[in-house]
């Protein structure tokens, strides 16, 4: 199965930037799209869709006995053992549809139950992501590296929110992270703020919840970039979604400790 990873990731490669570019054309005409709300907080357009459509019909064709899990057109139904792809098209969407070049396309990979390697496209910064368990994590061909501090002052940490959870918590928390001499930055694409945390853009990433298709490509590439990040697969987190955390290993257990704080069990 190893080969067959090797290839799944490099097609993904490949494809993501392939993605970003028809991502990117209707970024540039944003004025022509459509906007719908899924919810607060949560809106989609045709060129989720169509970008997500895209991706989905090259994987189906290369792999047609994988699974599929996109963010705007679902789930096929998985074999036991199938490998399982799981895709934003653009992670960042309400970034993406306010013209703010924060925005990605994500591609993970789970394989026998374990993310084993991911893939993030940010054609704004025209930067590829990808990182494959067991090998490493790169930007642009570079080797990635967490940041290896231990506490919270020397650099940004990314907190994340959506309305699927109680803004308390996540509130209270961004204030024990000032309190503790950190710095808090929200970019509106969790993909690519754990990307950050892999390539030690960012000294850590918090969000209370996020959907599989926003994190599982990110935590791979923290994962296999030698850094900490929970188990977002842990209860049904496939198919519910997580709190996802992440960081450069030594910092995981103040991560842990300012999660803890405000009821956030890691
Ligand atoms: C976004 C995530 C972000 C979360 C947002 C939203 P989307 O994904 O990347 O971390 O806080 O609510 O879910 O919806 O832009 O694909």
Redesign the pocket.
Known sequence: MRDSIVSRIEFATALANEAGALAQDYYRSLGELTAQSKGP???VSEA?REVEAMIRAALMKNFPNDAFVG?ESGSSVAGKDDPIWVV?P???????LSAIPS?CVSIGLIVDGRIVGGVIRDPNADETFVGMLGKDARCNGRVMRPRDVTDFTDGLTEV???P?IPAAPTARLIENLLERGGIYRRS??????LAYVADGRYLGYF?GH??V???CAGAALVSAAGGWVNDILADKGLEQGSLVAASGAPLAAGLRALAGEVGYVL
Not at 90 to 96: K, S, W
Not at 188 to 193: D, I, W
Request: negative net charge.
């Open positions: 907080q949560d809106a989720d963010e934003d653009i992670d960042g969407t309400q970034c993406f925005w994340g929110w959506s699927r509106g694409s969790g993909a690519l703020g969000e996020m959907n298709w926003d994190s």
